[in-house]
């Protein structure tokens, strides 16, 4: 199996959500694509120290989607197999939000609206110490409801962030509806290039121009720090999971664990 690969990282995600009896299914499996290309091909990383401080930043800063995350420290090694086997488990090392005590966990998150504020920090201090680091923040489009985020969008501005990269989970829902609903968002990515970045839409599930999109980020520093618009689907790779929000917060019985594990077949 190849690191790093979306169907079993969405395998890895039925199993753990089952082991714990757990929910966030729907919005883990809708930035799979997203850090899996990351991890993979762009975050500057040294296996051996998680704390490396030459390290690129990733703040999961929607922390319900955290198994996704889960998944790709234990492909670098920094987690173990019994670790998910046991995530959600009283007294285990795995929570159902992020947890900075995690190794390549950056920030707490959960709360939602914050972690965008700790990426462009950690983006201004790596530019004070004038170094090549970048900061990446995933970040919900029900997320972006709260204020904080834009406050640290013009904080990311004003400060020529161009080494802060923020990527937006589109997948239409939020806890309790979709995102029009609730409160609706527009274009998102005319909003963010209102606030000075320079911001782009891609598909949320095409590694190809999710790859292109990163790659391009790095190199493009002209003052202006990133946005990302990603189209995704919640839920993505299941069918009775996709756009269906229930799985926000439903646990997987014996059969619908099975079924899910049936569509997502074999990793390869």
Avoid at 141 to 157: C, P, Q, V
Avoid at 194 to 210: Q, R, S, V, Y
């Amino acid at each position: 199996m190849s690191k790093f690969n979306p169907q079993a990282i969405r395998r890895a995600i039925i199993d753990m959500a089952y082991a714990g009896g757990t929910v966030h299914i729907g919005c883990a499996f809708s930035i799979v694509e997203l850090i899996a290309v990351l991890y993979r091909d762009h975050l500057r990383l040294r296996v051996d120290q998680p704390d490396a401080p030459e390290r690129d930043y990733l703040v999961l800063s929607k922390g319900h989607g955290v198994m996704a995350q889960y998944v790709c420290l234990a492909e670098l090694g920094w987690l173990t197999q019994e670790d998910l086997a046991n995530y959600f488990k009283d007294g285990t090392r795995l929570k159902g939000l992020a947890d900075v005590h995690v190794p390549g966990v950056e920030a707490t998150t959960g709360s939602l609206g914050h972690g965008l504020s700790v990426a462009a920090g950690l983006a201004l201090a790596a530019k004070l110490n004038h170094t090549d680091q970048m900061c990446y923040a995933v970040v919900g489009d029900g997320e972006i409801n709260e204020g904080t985020i834009w406050e640290a969008a013009l904080f990311a501005s004003q400060f020529k962030l161009d080494n802060l990269v923020v990527i937006i989970d589109k997948n239409g829902f939020q806890a309790m509806g979709s995102t029009d609903e609730v409160m609706r968002l527009g274009d998102i990515e005319a909003k963010f290039a209102a606030f000075g970045f320079d911001a782009l839409t891609i598909d949320g599930h095409d590694e190809n121009a999710i790859g292109a999109a990163y790659l391009a980020a790095r190199q493009r520093r002209d003052g202006r720090p990133k946005a990302i618009v990603a189209n995704t689907i919640k839920g993505k790779g299941v069918s009775f999971m996709e756009n269906a929000n229930i799985w926000h917060y439903t646990r997987l019985n014996s059969d619908t664990y099975r079924n899910a594990m049936n569509e997502l077949g074999s990793a390869k």
